[in-house]
């Protein structure tokens, strides 16, 4: 066991480091010295090429020469590395092609001492552990290396081990980030740079809790447990017995790595349908779930033979409460609706501007950068897109990108990357609005029935339109069934929640003849090979026996148009 006294932390403690470096300077500057030495050196030969005519020729030494750099420097440049390499719109392909290789590709530490860390945490000979294990490990990452082994029962299971003095290594890197952050901040424009010492500290916790192997194991099961009726997505099962803070026993999961795609293909596995799985199930994290995967590279993911998604690798994770989730749906909603007023507030409870803000100068600034951003544009739509546009806003107004969404923001835009990696023509649009569609039309809890009602009307008038759209969007997507959905939305229509949304139809379907319109005709073309009208008519009737005489009769003209649609089809 090392005897560094930062080795002895049990999480992420920025003033204990701080403490401990602030005497030792020696440490610090040296170690900055290095990085900058080494960074520096990377610019100058970049501008050498460029002086002397050779950028095509070098391109391949660059490339190779900054991922040398990210792994003598360490863990903490590694990570940094490894989020790159998933970005192919801000990466050049050579140094792409590089970065890729530092998610498992890292040169590994000893066997015999990562044997002796084994034997020294589970307190046993690896024999009596094993009854295999691989004389080297099958990957090497920055945090740790994988061997493959088998138990005495015969479960074939990867053992991951944690590199020695990690702990030291990470603080030192952290308190040097820490200190630049701050010393940076007054030279950022407006609050760019406001809590730039907390998106530090959120990534410091975030890395402690990575490298508590026991934790990666809770968080293994807590994911499980969430995709439990998802038979695409595939997680490892934990062997316990066998787990410590720093090694990890788990279920080996035979794949393809998701870089390699033509090995993929000869496999016979769709990558379109990957990356849908992939794109879906981060949604389903973010929004119905909450507890999200914050590190999805390629390193962590796997393609099955079976056509299913594995993740591998839960160091990396956070959870979303309640009231967040339903923020950010907020968010999505007016943001679709234009509303920039109510989006300008929904930035104010995400923690992106202060209470006291003023918000009015901003809204016409909101509509000016984000108006088309779902225009008629919207295949045009990505998460780098929003980015793009929202960096401009910060510079001219006090937004600010609180801890929390680091991390949310690195997760979106990192499994964007890797779709984008995996087909340069993807646009998430395709896959996420209608999932978005579906989720909205299904209305599970009441929070989304919400969110609908705020999609369809505005300004206290029915859009049937958007009713269309959102129709029309979820049934581009293969697993939406249009008449259950309608079922339950026939359900809430009659219950007692549902008696404003029953008020505002009657007012919208009779108004001006509106039954007899041509949104309302197309809708219906839409629809009615789905939704089966002398069954729903027959559905209607059932449902309005049961209600008082008030609702039942408030319900009659729309059954009676029910009855004629049924009639003509």
Excluded: C
């Excluded at 795609?261 to 990558?271: L, Y």
């Amino acid at each position: 066991m090392s005897s560094h006294p930062l080795a002895r932390l049990r999480r992420y403690d920025p003033e204990a480091i701080a403490s401990y470096y602030r005497y030792r300077p020696w440490k610090v500057i040296w170690r900055t010295l290095v990085a900058f030495w080494y960074f520096a050196s990377f610019v100058l030969g970049l501008k050498w090429d460029e002086w002397g005519d050779r950028v095509e020729n070098n391109k391949g030494k660059r490339a190779r020469q900054l991922r040398d750099i990210l792994t003598h420097l360490g863990p903490t440049f590694i990570k940094v590395g490894q989020a790159l390499s998933t970005r192919p719109d801000l990466v050049r392909k050579d140094f792409l092609e590089e970065l890729v290789k530092l998610q498992d590709k890292l040169p590994p530490f000893d066997t015999p001492l990562a044997r002796s860390i084994i034997e020294r945490e589970l307190d046993r000979e690896i024999e009596d552990i094993y009854a295999e294990f691989s004389e080297n490990p099958v990957a090497a990452a920055s945090l740790g290396q994988v061997y493959k082994a088998r138990l005495h029962g015969g479960e074939a299971v990867a053992v991951k081990v944690q590199r020695p003095n990690l702990k030291p290594t990470l603080a030192l890197d952290l308190y040097i980030l820490r200190l630049a952050a701050q010393l940076l901040r007054p030279w950022l424009p407006l609050n760019l740079g406001h809590d730039l010492a907390t998106i530090v500290d959120e990534f410091g916790i975030k890395l402690f809790e990575e490298i508590d192997y026991l934790n990666e194991a809770r968080n293994a099961e807590k994911f499980a447990a969430n995709f439990s009726e998802n038979p695409q997505v595939k997680v490892p099962q934990i062997y316990w017995r066998y787990t410590s803070s720093r090694v990890l026993t788990l279920e080996w999961i035979d794949g393809f790595k998701l870089t390699g795609m033509q090995e993929i293909e000869d496999a016979g596995i769709d990558r379109n349908a990957v990356i849908e799985i992939g794109v879906t199930s981060g949604l389903q994290q973010l929004l119905e779930f909450g507890f999200f995967h914050a590190d999805p590279h390629p390193g962590n993911l796997f393609a099955t033979r079976d056509g299913s998604m594995a993740y591998i690798d839960f160091g990396m994770m956070d959870q979303l409460d309640e009231q967040t989730k339903e923020n950010l749906v907020n968010a999505v909603v007016h943001l679709i609706n234009k509303d920039y007023l109510d989006l300008a507030q929904d930035f104010v409870k995400l923690g992106f501007l202060t209470p006291e803000t003023d918000i009015w100068p901003i809204v016409p600034a909101l509509e000016e950068v984000l108006g088309d951003i779902v225009g008629q544009s919207v295949r045009e739509f990505n998460f780098k897109t929003v980015t793009d546009r929202f960096s401009e806003l910060m510079y001219d107004y006090p937004f600010r990108v609180p801890a929390k969404f680091a991390l949310i923001i690195r997760s979106v835009v990192t499994q964007e990357g890797l779709a984008l990696s995996i087909d340069p023509e993807f646009k998430i649009v395709d896959i996420a609005y209608p999932y978005v569609a579906r989720r909205l039309l299904q209305g599970e809890s009441p929070q989304l029935r919400r969110r609908l009602l705020e999609v369809l009307f505005k300004n206290g008038k029915f859009q049937w339109h958007r009713l269309e759209n959102m129709i029309a969007i979820a049934r581009s997507d293969g697993n939406f069934d249009l008449l259950p959905t309608a079922g339950l939305g026939l359900q809430y229509l009659l219950s007692e929640e549902g008696a404003f949304l029953r008020r505002q139809l009657l007012l919208a379907l009779t108004e001006d003849d509106r039954l007899h319109t041509e949104e309302v005709q197309s809708l219906w073309n839409l629809v009615k090979d789905d939704l089966k009208p002398a069954r729903l008519f027959d559905a209607a009737l059932g449902a309005i026996a049961h209600l008082s005489g008030e609702s039942a009769a408030a319900l009659l003209p729309s059954v009676a148009t029910l009855a004629a649609f049924k009639s003509e089809s």
